[in-house]
């Protein structure tokens, strides 16, 4: 209990206001429905509500006790210890949004650092200080591109190789925007590497064009034909990143991205079962002022100091209300905090040290468990970066509770979204997988083959 | 001096937190993948924790002050919950995990579900939400789709009280409704006669806040749900001011159809300094099967031997999926630990605080400042930041000089309908000699107005920065930095 009122202070108060008890201040609620009998458990001391909640804790199986190839947009990596201990700093978890700035300058430059730190990495212009998550940031740049023509271009294109829960919310988002089409990820237009058959969609009627990149089986996919495709006809094109994918390979603004989206839980969030994370979200100089979202820009106090505050906040729903393009209100504050201290921390040489780690692991997992007899790896002919597609001949029921006996989650079922890839299974590889993991894999899944 | 940025204090060739040799046989890289370069910092660990921390103290907390911004819920975050919500058995647990190896994270879900429905009256909720705004989204949807599928596609039309905070127009608009702000009465309270003249077969719902932001319970609330239920409307319950009602009245009881929860308000989960929130939705029966996919529950009601099976079901009617994953798990976790603390007779004590609180204050200031309706109040009230005789003095002035005194200004300029607002919110988790010494500073600065306007205008004189120049950031619009060799660059 947080409420530091003794019996005396109360009485003092209850005098002060004028009233015998604080029921008095409670009379305008329709008597006949006040103080409810809630059938809630008695309360427990601190004592007692850790010892309840470390049992809950205790009682799931984690990917520390197990060793686990799941992916599919939540990673396994490592987190420095500094980290948590700068997120743990009562003066950044306890502020609220900084709209005084004369009082908040510590999450103004932290976001103003967190938007270069993601401009940097991804080559573009802008990043707002973030969205909920990868999905709703992909939900927010179909919604921009809706706006940016005026609802004039109807279609919204995507490619099926994003990843499913993404498509998903971007078809919520979108379900009442009347005359809106969201299409090209049908099993149809498929999954194949050179985008042939999107690419042929894409005309001046389509307003954007989103790809992931790598997109969701971890495949490193040319997308400069479809850009330029897009971009042909006047669209614009998102591009969903894997932001340690960044720290190799080129960033799609050089690609010629006009937003890109992400989830940004990979960079220094723990996994805890799906959030919170962080949507990242950047754009191109000319979409700037279509951007939803808080932005944090520089500027001077009256004393010529250099100081940040939060800008064109003209845009958001606090100013515009119904006016504006979008609803958001709060960012992911101290998630951007986290990835800014863990994008410094690492630096240049050890964030790119991670990406090498990831692709040099994921290719030595997937070769020693696809030259396994009766497994094959999906899509071996395009490059990939962490994560691969594993074809075994037996059940993939069978493989995975087989793997499960020997403490291994063996990754994500393909066919719960994919009737074209049932059976197959999607795997991830971070820096924290040692090469003796990998092998016991292969011999477990050796035995699968045998059994 | 100001704190420089990560990129002034970077350092070519210095090494921060490294990783182990690869211990796997090396293949080639992509080629024509590969970037160049790539503009990170380069910081030693000592100097990036110096750098955060430096800046942690320029900022205003919770941990370090009083936080009476109204409608935000800024209560005192307790400390148990940082470290439950970091426990590895939940911290380490990957959302794709097969269901019998997560029944701890879907059982505090569950129960979590099953404790909100049971404080707000209703019959079902999701925790999907990310924030109170993502949590109007999902219960416009719900309106949307619940009328679109009794085949009413014309009700297009929101009635939004003017005293709502913005996300609510916001949101409505997003899902294309037509947006039409209802006024308030001389009470403050919802006007009757214009809600019935657009209570017709074009309704499709009224939002809702009540508490209102002005703090005050629409001393009809009965008789407006009445009334846009009789039209054929639904209404929705902006929950941001649940805090005034916790064990004392339920939304459900009263006749709404859907409300949000923020758990950063009323549940005690920290702002972050602007999020992660976390905005639950519950709806009534009617609308269970609208909620977002999936839903926790109980698949398996268990025996004397067998515990109870917790997974997903997804809802035959559902507006579909809102955010990837299952909501932020993290800040359900600290919301199951404050109410697990605090049971039927500590959340009454939390509403009662926090309105006892909020009317102490609002005594004390009263004769100073104007209160615009002066009733008693909830958990907050609205005063006016200004006095007719002192023209050149404003709410923002007052916010300003607040912070020479070391409080946080209250919200200031909202709502709206009040004139240079200043809308105050105590919370219960404050003391008496900390509201005691919030209304002093406050009427010291009243005075002050009067004897020495300068120093209203020109606060805060003491704080990391100064009044900022808010036109300048516009209009430069600096919303970058790069790293220096990259700018030394020739062009």
């Known amino acids: 209990m947080f409420t530091p009122h003794s019996d005396a202070d109360v009485a003092v108060m209850l005098k002060s206001i004028g009233v015998e008890n604080v029921g008095e201040l409670f009379k305008e609620i329709p008597a006949r429905f006040r103080y409810p009998d ?172 989103v790809v992931q990149y790598p997109d969701f089986f971890g495949r490193i996919i040319d997308y400069k034909p479809l850009i330029e495709a897009a971009h042909a006809e006047g669209a614009l094109v998102a591009v969903a990143v894997n932001p340690t994918a960044l720290g190799l390979l080129t960033p799609p603004g050089d690609l010629g991205a006009d937003i890109v989206v992400g989830e940004g839980q990979p960079l220094g969030i723990p996994l805890s079962y799906g959030g919170p994370y962080l949507g990242l979200f950047s754009v191109k100089e000319p979409l700037l002022r279509k951007l939803s979202g808080r932005l944090v820009g520089e500027t001077t106090d009256v004393e010529g100091k250099l100081a940040y505050v939060l800008t064109l906040t003209a845009r958001e729903q606090h100013i515009r209300r119904e006016k504006a393009s979008s609803n ?14 863990y994008l410094t921390l690492l630096g240049k040489q050890g964030f790119r040290q991670v990406a090498n780690l990831c692709y040099q692991k994921a290719h030595y997992a997937a070769h020693v468990l696809a030259s396994l007899p009766g497994f094959d790896q999906v899509f071996s002919e395009t490059p990939f970066f962490h994560e691969f597609v594993l074809r075994p001949s037996q059940p993939l029921d069978e493989v995975l509770s087989h793997l499960r006996e020997h403490d291994i989650l063996g990754g994500y079922d393909l066919g719960q979204d994919y009737p074209e890839l049932q059976g197959c299974l999607l795997m991830a590889v971070t820096e924290k997988m040692r090469k003796t993991d990998i092998d016991f894999t292969r011999e477990v899944l050796m035995e699968v083959e045998n059994a | 001096m100001p704190e420089p940025t990560i990129y002034e204090l970077s350092s070519p060739g210095r090494k921060g937190v490294l990783f182990p040799a690869s211990d796997v046989p090396e293949v080639a890289l992509p080629d024509q993948f590969l970037r160049t370069e790539l503009p990170l910092p380069e910081m030693a660990e000592v100097d990036t924790v110096r750098h955060f921390t430096r800046l942690s103290q320029m900022n205003y907390a919770i941990d370090l002050g009083f936080y009476p911004l109204g409608s935000c819920t800024m209560k005192y975050n307790p400390k148990i919950n940082e470290t439950t919500a970091r426990l590895p058995g939940f911290a380490y647990t990957h959302p794709f995990q097969p269901i019998d190896t997560v029944q701890g994270n879907l059982y505090l879900m569950y129960t979590l579900q099953e404790w909100l429905k049971e404080i707000s009256g209703f019959a079902g909720v999701t925790l999907m939400p990310a924030a109170g705004a993502q949590g109007e989204l999902t219960g416009m949807l719900i309106i949307y789709k619940y009328h679109q599928d009794r085949g009413d596609f014309k009700r297009k039309r929101i009635l939004i009280p003017d005293s709502a905070h913005g996300t609510n127009p916001a949101s409505s608009a997003m899902i294309g409704m037509e947006i039409v702000p209802l006024p308030s009465d001389a009470r403050g309270n919802v006007d009757l006669s214009a809600l019935k003249e657009l209570c017709d077969e074009n309704l499709a719902g009224l939002m809702l806040t009540n508490p209102n932001t002005l703090g005050l319970f629409d001393e009809h609330v009965e008789e407006v749900i009445q009334m846009v239920h009789a039209a054929g409307g639904l209404v929705y319950g902006d929950g941001a001011n649940l ?249």
């Open chain 1, 38 to 209: 809630l059938n809630l458990p008695p309360a427990l001391t601190e004592m007692e509500a850790a010892d309840d909640l470390d049992s809950i804790a205790a009682s799931n199986g984690t990917t520390h006790d197990m060793l686990s190839f799941l992916g599919a947009g939540a990673y396994d990596h490592y987190i420095p210890a500094a980290v948590d201990m700068i997120l743990r700093r009562g003066e950044f978890y306890t502020a609220y949004t900084p709209y005084q700035p004369e009082i908040s300058q510590g999450t103004l430059q932290a976001i103003f650092e967190y938007q270069s730190l993601i401009s940097n990495l991804t080559g573009m212009d802008v990043t707002n200080a973030s969205h909920y998550d990868g999905a709703t940031a992909a939900a927010e740049a179909a919604i921009l591109s809706w706006h940016h023509f005026k609802g004039k271009r109807k279609k919204v294109l995507l490619s099926r190789a994003v990843n499913p829960q993404y498509r998903q919310v971007i078809r919520t988002y979108l379900q009442a925007t009347e005359g809106l089409r969201i299409e090209g990820d049908d099993q149809e237009t498929g999954l194949d590497a050179d985008l042939k058959r999107l690419i042929a969609q894409i005309d001046n009627n389509t307003a954007l064009v």
């Open chain 1, 328 to 341: 958001i209100c709060s960012n992911q504050g101290l998630m951007t905090l986290a990835s800014a201290v």
């Open chain 2, 243 to 491: 805090n005034a009602l916790l064990g004392i009245v339920r939304p459900g009881d009263l006749g709404f159809d859907v409300m949000h929860f923020n758990l950063h308000k009323t549940f005690s989960t920290p702002h972050g300094g602007g999020g992660p929130g976390s905005g639950p939705v519950a709806v009534r029966q009617e609308l269970l099967e609208y909620l977002p996919d999936p839903v926790v529950s109980m698949i398996d009601s268990g025996s004397e031997d067998c515990p109870p099976l917790y997974g997903f079901t997804h809802p035959s009617r559902s507006i579909g999926r809102v955010k990837a994953f299952y909501g932020h798990f993290g800040m359900l976790v600290r919301a199951y630990t404050y109410i697990l603390m605090h049971g039927k007779d500590g959340l009454r004590d939390i509403a009662e605080k926090a309105v006892l609180n909020a009317n102490y204050m609002m005594n004390r200031l009263k004769s100073t400042y104007t209160l615009p309706y002066d009733r008693s109040c909830m958990h907050e009230f609205v005063l006016e930041g200004y006095w007719k005789d002192l023209p050149d003095v404003h709410a923002l002035d007052i916010a300003k000089r607040l912070m020479d005194y070391k409080f946080h200004p209250p919200t200031n300029y909202f709502p709206l309908i009040v004139h240079e607002a200043l809308m105050i919110e105590p919370t219960e988790t404050e003391s008496r000699e900390t509201l005691d010494a919030f209304c002093d500073a406050l009427i010291n600065i009243a005075r002050e107005a009067r004897e020495q306007p300068e120093l209203l205008h020109d606060a805060p004189h003491n704080t990391p920065v100064r009044r900022c120049d808010e036109l300048k950031a516009a209009k430069d619009l600096v919303l970058c930095c790069y790293p220096l060799e990259e700018l030394q660059k020739p062009t």
